[in-house]
């Protein structure tokens, strides 16, 4: 359907599939969950937003057919269990159907968000069946970003999407390494590098293997359709200005020394097509006020290829009262090139009158660049 379009701006939604948030609330149900996305993409449409992000690999297990992921468990509260239909196939459809854009969105590394007992998973998942690709940490499981292995299953799982299915994006979000995972008791990691051995600090060595995580999928997707977007929704604070004066005059978590997250290297080096940092605090929070970070992160993408989205929360009533106040400022950085909001059932439920911000916020349709 050709649409003429005299606005461009990304106007995105997360649907969260993890804990029950957003979607399917009816389980082992086809026809209730296929009425229930219906009526999810409805409501979206009648606010003017034109991109759904949907948690479609939350646990290490997927929301579509797949020949090396087992089923989610988020579909029939059983992992493995064939739910009748394929819900991202419908997704698609239904999406695409109202003329908006459909991203997959990928938990890589999580395969569990509470418990180590590799048995209750299903019998084809990845992780029970290679139990040495595995992180223990903080009672959950989750994959060893080292591992090769790792990375190649991983790469292997976004090309089966992108390759079977007509998506629009891809999207991972801030999940790398557990926070707080330890340092080993070695300072550095011994590497051999054209024949010879050098060590290398043991923080760098992890940010350095989801770099190549990064940028392996970044080819795989190009490669296979090089239409698809790839990007990332990181920590918002890469480092403060206290510890790198290149960072943010903020005071918070550093994602690069505790994700070992480092979205200015994927900036750099064009292994992403866009960044939505998760800027997830007030405009008059005094710690990390929302304007000095999109204002950072602007600084930062401009003169690249990389566009930027700004995630935003609308599940807290200090930033749900304010989202036309958020909108607004984004608007006045030509670098912002659209929000995406975290998540559908605060706009579902109306929290703090969220509908009537973006009726006015989003009165007009927008297209995407």
């Not at 701006?9 to 209730?32: H, L, Q, S």
């Not at 949907?54 to 087992?70: C, E, G, L």
Request: aromatic share 14%; with cysteine.
């Amino acid at each position: 359907m050709r649409v003429d379009c005299k606005l461009y701006e990304f106007r995105g939604v997360w649907v969260a599939t993890v804990y029950d948030i957003d979607w399917p609330k009816t389980k082992n149900d086809a026809e209730a969950q296929k009425k229930e996305f219906i009526q999810l993409l409805d409501k979206l449409q009648s606010l003017n937003f034109n991109v759904v992000m949907v948690q479609i690999r939350p646990t290490s297990d997927t929301f579509y057919k797949s020949k090396i992921n087992p089923w989610s468990s988020y579909l029939t509260g059983t992992q493995g269990k064939d739910p009748g239909y394929d819900p991202l196939q419908f997704m698609l459809d239904e999406t695409h159907k109202r003329n908006m854009k459909f991203y997959g969105w990928l938990n890589p590394y999580r395969v569990t968000t509470k418990g180590t007992d590799l048995s209750v998973l299903a019998d084809n998942n990845p992780a029970k069946l290679n139990p040495d690709w595995i992180l223990e940490f903080n009672d959950a499981l989750s994959y060893n970003p080292e591992d090769r292995e790792v990375i190649n299953y991983l790469a292997t799982t976004v090309f089966e999407i992108v390759s079977n299915y007509d998506v629009d994006g891809i999207i991972f979000d801030e999940y790398f390494y557990p926070e707080g995972y330890p340092m080993p008791k070695c300072e550095c990691k011994w590497i051999c590098k054209c024949g010879c051995w050098e060590c290398v600090n043991i923080g760098d060595y992890r940010r350095s293997a989801i770099n190549y995580l990064i940028k392996t999928i970044y080819k795989v997707i190009k490669a296979t359709n090089p239409k698809v977007q790839f990007g990332i929704s990181p920590f918002p604070v890469w480092k403060n200005k206290s510890s790198d004066i290149n960072g943010s005059n903020t005071n918070a978590l550093e994602g690069y020394y505790a994700l070992y997250s480092d979205p200015l290297t994927w900036i750099q080096e064009g292994t992403v097509d866009f960044i939505a940092p998760q800027i997830y605090w007030a405009t008059n929070d005094k710690k990390n006020p929302y304007e000095t970070l999109v204002r950072w992160w602007s600084n930062v993408v401009e003169g690249t290829n990389v566009k930027l989205y700004i995630a935003q929360s609308i599940n807290k009533a200090e930033t749900a009262k304010e989202l036309d106040k958020q909108i607004a400022i984004n608007r006045q950085y030509p670098e912002v090139k659209g929000n995406i909001l975290f998540s559908y059932r605060d706009i579902a439920s109306n929290n703090e009158g969220i509908v009537q911000q973006l009726e006015k916020a989003y009165s007009e349709k927008a297209c995407i660049l």
